[in-house]
């Protein structure tokens, strides 16, 4: 059955990083912008970074800028996200998902046709 698979997460202290993986497995990433989405407890999907067919252009939310970097690598079918500097509020189920190819491309108003189950990522001292 086709479905995305992540990993990666941990519980790490403030300040720390992890790095994310997604591997596809009946579902082909390339030709296909991704995308990293999280959601914290309580609250709705928050869209963490987006990333072009070929990795050459990615897209941050304002909240992450300058700490995570989206990348990917069409030969393995796989998306990664490294997260640095973590912080408290970054604590989240991480999902990442491939973005239709008809969807608006407006950063943040993706739709998606597919999805990973997450992996949690939890900063905490």
């Known amino acids: 059955q086709a479905h995305l698979a992540e990993s990666g997460g941990g519980l790490v202290q403030p300040g720390g990083s992890l790095r994310l993986s997604c591997i596809g497995s009946?579902?082909?990433?390339?030709?296909?912008?991704m995308s990293w989405v999280r959601q914290a407890p309580g609250k709705g999907p928050e869209w963490v970074a987006s990333?072009?067919?070929?990795?050459?252009?990615?897209r941050y939310a304002v909240s992450v800028e300058g700490r995570f970097t989206i990348s990917r690598d069409n030969t393995l079918n796989t998306l990664y996200l490294q997260l640095n500097d973590l912080k408290p509020e970054d604590t989240a189920l991480y999902y990442c998902?491939?973005?239709?190819?008809?969807?608006?491309?407006?950063?943040?108003?993706?739709?998606?046709?597919?999805w990973g189950q997450g992996t949690q990522v939890t900063v905490s001292a």
């Open positions: 009946g579902v082909s990433f390339s030709g296909f912008y």
């Open positions: 998902a491939r973005i239709r190819w008809d969807s608006d491309y407006t950063p943040g108003q993706y739709e998606y046709d597919y």
């Open positions: 990333i072009d067919t070929s990795g050459a252009r990615a």
